[in-house]
C-alpha cells in the first residue's frame, strides 16, 4: 500500500503527452526548474554516439530570439544558474533561480529546448569543446578507468558506450543530424517539466501552456535497446601515470528491483563513507589507499555495483584478497544490528538532509515520475529502508556478490610490467 501524495506535489498531463510536476515549498524563496527528456546515451545508434551529450552543448548556442550570450546571461543577470546534464538514460536542462523568476527560467529553458537554431559555425567551435572534453576525462585516471568499466560490463550495448561519444562521431554530426534527433526524442510525451520551491502548480502550468507549444509533427521514440548477456571479465590497461587504479565490480539490480534499498544497506555497511568496513580494514589497518568506496548506479534494466580504489600496484593483490574477504563476510555473516541501524541512520539521514536542497528535491521528483510514473513518498523510502533485516541483506549479498561473476579493471603506470 502506498502512502498518500503531500497537498504540495502536483501532477498535470497535458493533452500532447507532456508532464508537469511541482512541489510548492512556501517557506523557501527560490525555485529549481528542470525540463527532463526521457532520451540518454542508451537510446542512440552506433553511428550517433554521443549526439545526446553533444545535442545537449547546442542548446545553449542560440535559438531564433536568443543568442548563446542571451542565454547565459538571462540567468547570471538576475542571479540564477543554468546548466544540463547528460546521462545514459535521461538528458536535463535545469535553472536555479529566485522565485520571482520563474517565468524567465521557463521562457528560456522552453526556448532552447524548441527553438534552438543549431547555427555551422557553432557546430564547428562545438565539436573542438567536446573534443577537448574528451582528452580531459582520459587525462583524468578515475574518469578513464571508470568508462573502461562501463565498457566491460556493457559492450556491445550502448550503456557500455561513453556518454560523451567518440571522435569520429562527434566529428560527423552537423544541423540535420540535430535535427532529427530532436525530432525523434524531443517529443512532449517524452518530456517532464519538474518545478520545486516556492511557485504554486496553477502558475508553472500557465506558463508551460504559454512557452511549451512544439509543433505537432510524426514522431518515433527510440526506445531502450535491451541489454545483452554478461560476461565477467578482466582488463588491465596502462597510462603514464603514478598510481594504479582499480574497480571490482558486476552487473546488479536495476533502478525497478524492490530489492534495491537492501542492496543499498549493503553498500552503506561495505563502503560508503569514513566509517565503512573498506575504509577501516584496507585504508586505516594497513594504509595501502587513500581513497576506497563501494558504490552503485542503477538504470532501468540493469544496473552495476562495484568496488573502487587508488593504490600502489605493489598493493593490488592484497587488497583485492582483502575486498573479496569482505564480500564474503557479508555473504556468510549477517550484519550486527547496531551496524545495521547505523547503517540504515546514515540512508535516512541522506534522505533527509537532502530536502534542504530545492535542486535535489525537483530531481527526486522528475525521477520518481520518470522510473515509477508517480511520486515516491520519504515514508516510502523510509520504510523500506526500516523494513529490511540483516537475512534478507545478507541472502540478497549471495546472489549479488558471486566471486566467478565479478569483473575487474585494473589502470596501472605503463613503466610497471604486470
Not at 96 to 124: G, K, N
Not at 243 to 272: E, W, Y
Not at 284 to 303: L, N, T, V, W
Request: hydrophobic share 35%.
Amino acid at each position: 500500500m502506498t502512502n498518500p501524495i503531500p497537498d504540495r506535489i502536483q501532477k498535470t498531463v497535458l493533452p500532447n503527452g507532456l508532464r508537469v510536476l511541482t512541489e510548492t515549498i512556501k517557506t523557501v524563496r527560490s525555485l529549481s526548474v528542470g525540463i527532463w527528456v526521457k532520451t540518454g546515451s542508451r537510446h542512440e545508434t552506433e553511428e550517433q554516439a554521443g549526439i545526446t551529450h553533444f545535442l545537449e552543448h547546442m542548446l545553449f548556442k542560440g535559438t531564433e530570439q536568443r543568442s548563446a550570450y542571451d542565454i547565459a546571461r538571462s540567468m547570471e543577470a538576475v542571479g540564477g544558474y543554468l546548466n544540463a546534464f547528460t546521462s545514459p538514460e535521461l538528458t536535463c536542462y535545469y535553472a536555479r533561480c529566485l522565485d520571482s523568476e520563474l517565468d524567465t527560467a521557463l521562457d528560456v529553458l522552453t526556448d532552447m529546448v524548441l527553438h534552438s537554431s543549431f547555427p555551422e559555425e557553432e557546430i564547428e567551435k562545438e565539436k573542438k569543446v567536446v573534443l577537448e572534453e574528451m582528452k580531459m576525462y582520459r587525462d583524468n585516471p578515475e574518469d578513464f578507468v571508470f568508462e573502461e568499466f562501463h565498457k566491460q560490463l556493457f559492450m556491445p550495448h550502448p550503456l557500455g558506450r561513453p556518454i560523451i561519444g567518440y571522435e569520429s562521431t562527434v566529428n560527423a554530426f552537423d544541423r540535420k543530424n540535430l535535427f532529427e534527433y530532436i525530432e525523434q526524442q524531443y517529443h512532449p510525451s517524452n518530456v517532464i517539466i519538474a518545478v520545486t520551491g516556492n511557485a504554486g502548480h496553477e502558475e508553472v502550468l500557465a506558463l508551460v501552456e504559454k512557452y511549451f507549444q512544439p509543433v505537432d509533427r510524426p514522431y518515433q521514440i527510440n526506445g531502450d535497446v535491451p541489454v545483452t548477456e554478461y560476461n565477467p571479465t578482466k582488463v588491465v590497461l596502462k597510462k603514464p601515470i603514478e598510481q594504479t587504479h582499480f574497480i571490482l565490480g558486476n552487473r546488479c539490480l536495476s533502478a525497478m528491483d524492490p530489492n534495491r534499498f537492501k542492496l543499498l544497506l549493503a553498500n552503506t555497511v561495505l563502503g560508503s563513507g569514513m566509517s565503512s568496513r573498506l575504509h577501516q580494514n584496507i585504508r586505516e589497518k594497513y594504509g595501502y589507499c587513500y581513497h576506497i568506496q563501494s558504490f552503485m548506479e542503477a538504470f532501468r534494466d540493469s544496473g552495476i555495483f562495484g568496488i573502487y580504489a587508488g593504490t600502489d600496484r605493489q598493493y593490488v593483490d592484497h587488497m583485492r584478497e582483502l575486498i573479496l574477504a569482505e564480500l564474503t563476510r557479508l555473504k556468510e555473516e549477517l550484519i550486527p544490528q547496531n551496524e545495521l541501524d547505523e547503517a540504515k541512520s546514515q540512508l535516512k539521514g541522506k534522505l533527509l538532509l537532502a530536502q534542504e536542497s530545492m535542486s535535489n528535491r525537483m530531481t527526486r521528483l522528475a525521477k520518481s515520475e520518470v522510473f515509477y510514473d508517480r511520486y515516491i513518498t520519504l515514508d516510502e523510502l523510509v520504510a523500506e529502508i526500516d523494513g529490511a533485516d540483516a537475512k534478507q541483506i545478507r541472502d540478497l549479498c549471495n546472489t549479488c556478490f558471486i566471486e566467478e561473476d565479478l569483473s575487474e579493471t585494473i589502470l596501472m603506470p605503463e613503466h610497471l610490467s604486470e
